[in-house]
């Protein structure tokens, strides 16, 4: 069984392809410019979503709300996600 590459559902076959028509869109000379300006606005998005973040819990902390269920839901998550891992871990060295 050959096993490809994939990033988010894509195969790299795919992502070629994308990549070719992006160029043959916009041209070699503007993809560089359109990556450059893309990550400014995912950075931009990023800090946005954290400064939220921060916000919410400074507001929760000064109200004394408290934010601990957070990070114990969070353990219990990444507890589940370990137990998964192990168990496909096991199930991938049998096929």
Known sequence: ??????????????IAFVLFIVVMVFGADKVPEIARNLGKGMRTLKDATNDIKHEITKTADKNGIDTSIVSDVQKQLDSVKDDIGDFTGSVKRKL
């Open 1 to 14: 069984m050959i096993l490809q590459a994939t990033f988010l559902f894509i195969s790299g076959a795919e």
